[in-house]
């Protein structure tokens, strides 16, 4: 059977599937825009959605073992694209590839990534100098192997120009609608989000998914020399004279140091030290939001949320319903 032509309203996105990468940073998205296509009109629709595979072969091996057939090679369409978005990132990527990235960009209307698509971008050149985000995981990763690249690891996607880029896995659900309601506004957007049972906007950030200090005590031998002291020591004043005692350092050689192993100083690593330990409280005990801002050395509810907002832009209150086990109490600020 003959695939109907688009009319010339319809635009043309290219998903790029990549070997071992998720499922989802593909199929999330291509939902997102079948759904809108099918709301709007599937007689004359808005998006023609069509997967591709980032290497020679159609065929791509998921990292859930799924195989997905694609309807080409990237490297073979010879037509125009509206969006070109990709879904991973790939040792077994072909040069080629990123050859032909940097050959679409300036035909494209936008080119995005999900996920640790961002590093495919940037090894095709095209996140020098932008704005950029990946997974939470990796965004220290991205930063260090091309420090051109301004890394943002707090929002679900970012957009700098005509180049869009998502957090981890569903953080592309998230971008996929947010160019939805670019092209066919809010409503149609909303409407989309409420079939697939969605926000249409996340409260807060990807980082309310993994934990702010991710490692630090190993990659900085300065903060592990201090980490678990902070820990036993978390709900009391702390200085950064008792912290450079500890170790038997000056507080500003121990400041400079500490700044340069970790990128932060030494108060900003203890407030997110303060804000991960609530959050254990917070996803495993049934303490109330006052003995919890008490023993992670918080102050008051009203400090605890202003903290959380700052770092996780949502409250603990939030937190709590949507990360706590089944037996923990949920309370309002």
């Given at each position: 059977?003959?695939?109907?032509?688009?009319?010339?309203?319809?635009?043309?996105?290219?998903?790029?599937?990549?070997?071992?990468?998720?499922?989802?940073?593909?199929?999330?998205?291509?939902?997102?825009?079948?759904?809108?296509?099918?709301?709007?009109?599937?007689?004359?629709?808005?998006?023609?959605?069509?997967?591709?595979?980032?290497?020679?072969?159609?065929?791509?091996?998921?990292?859930?073992?799924?195989?997905?057939?694609?309807?080409?090679?990237?490297?073979?369409?010879?037509?125009?694209?509206?969006?070109?978005?990709?879904?991973?990132?790939?040792?077994?990527?072909?040069?080629?590839?990123?050859?032909?990235?940097?050959?679409?960009?300036?035909?494209?209307?936008?080119?995005?990534?999900?996920?640790?698509?961002?590093?495919?971008?940037?090894?095709?050149?095209?996140?020098?100098?932008?704005?950029?985000?990946?997974?939470?995981?990796?965004?220290?990763?991205?930063a260090a192997e091309f420090p051109t690249v301004q890394v943002d690891s707090s929002p679900f996607y970012v957009k700098d120009g005509k180049i869009y880029t998502s957090g981890g896995v569903t953080s592309g659900i998230d971008l996929a609608l947010g160019m939805v309601e670019e092209d066919l506004g809010?409503?149609?957007?909303?409407?989309?989000?409420?079939?697939?049972?969605?926000?249409?906007?996340?409260?807060?950030?990807?980082?309310?998914?993994?934990?702010?200090?991710?490692?630090?005590?190993?990659?900085?031998?300065?903060?592990?020399?201090?980490?678990?002291?902070?820990?036993?020591?978390?709900?009391?004043?702390?200085?950064?004279?008792?912290?450079?005692?500890?170790?038997?350092?000056?507080?500003?050689?121990?400041?400079?140091?500490?700044?340069?192993?970790?990128?932060?100083?030494?108060?900003?690593?203890?407030?997110?030290?303060?804000?991960?330990?609530?959050?254990?409280?917070?996803?495993?005990?049934?303490?109330?939001?006052?003995?919890?801002?008490?023993?992670?050395?918080?102050?008051?509810?009203?400090?605890?949320?202003?903290?959380?907002?700052?770092?996780?832009?949502?409250?603990?209150?939030?937190?709590?319903?949507?990360?706590?086990?089944?037996?923990?109490?949920?309370?309002?600020?």
């Amino acid at each position: 059977m003959a695939t109907r032509k688009p009319s010339r309203k319809t635009k043309t996105i290219v998903l790029v599937a990549v070997p071992d990468a998720r499922l989802l940073n593909v199929a999330g998205p291509s939902d997102v825009f079948t759904m809108a296509s099918k709301i709007k009109d599937p007689a004359d629709p808005p998006y023609r959605v069509l997967l591709a595979s980032a290497t020679r072969s159609r065929q791509v091996v998921t990292a859930s073992g799924v195989t997905v057939l694609c309807e080409m090679s990237a490297m073979e369409i010879d037509f125009p694209i509206d969006t070109l978005i990709v879904g991973g990132t790939s040792p077994k990527i072909p040069p080629a590839f990123y050859e032909w990235l940097r050959a679409q960009y300036g035909d494209v209307q936008r080119m995005g990534s999900v996920c640790a698509g961002a590093f495919s971008l940037a090894r095709a050149g095209l996140l020098d100098g932008r704005n950029a985000t990946t997974h939470w995981e990796v965004c220290g990763k991205l930063a260090a192997e091309f420090p051109t690249v301004q890394v943002d690891s707090s929002p679900f996607y970012v957009k700098d120009g005509k180049i869009y880029t998502s957090g981890g896995v569903t953080s592309g659900i998230d971008l996929a609608l947010g160019m939805v309601e670019e092209d066919l506004g809010h409503e149609l957007a909303l409407q989309v989000a409420r079939r697939l049972v969605l926000h249409l906007r996340r409260p807060g950030g990807q980082l309310q998914y993994g934990h702010l200090l991710p490692g630090f005590e190993q990659e900085s031998p300065l903060a592990g020399r201090v980490h678990q002291w902070l820990r036993k020591h978390i709900a009391e004043e702390v200085k950064v004279e008792m912290m450079a005692a500890k170790v038997s350092m000056s507080p500003r050689n121990f400041a400079r140091v500490f700044l340069r192993e970790t990128k932060m100083t030494p108060a900003k690593y203890l407030e997110k030290l303060r804000v991960d330990m609530a959050r254990q409280y917070l996803e495993d005990s049934d303490l109330s939001m006052e003995q919890i801002a008490e023993k992670c050395g918080l102050g008051g509810l009203v400090s605890m949320r202003r903290t959380f907002m700052r770092h996780l832009k949502i409250s603990p209150s939030y937190y709590r319903s949507t990360f706590r086990k089944s037996f923990a109490a949920a309370e309002q600020l």
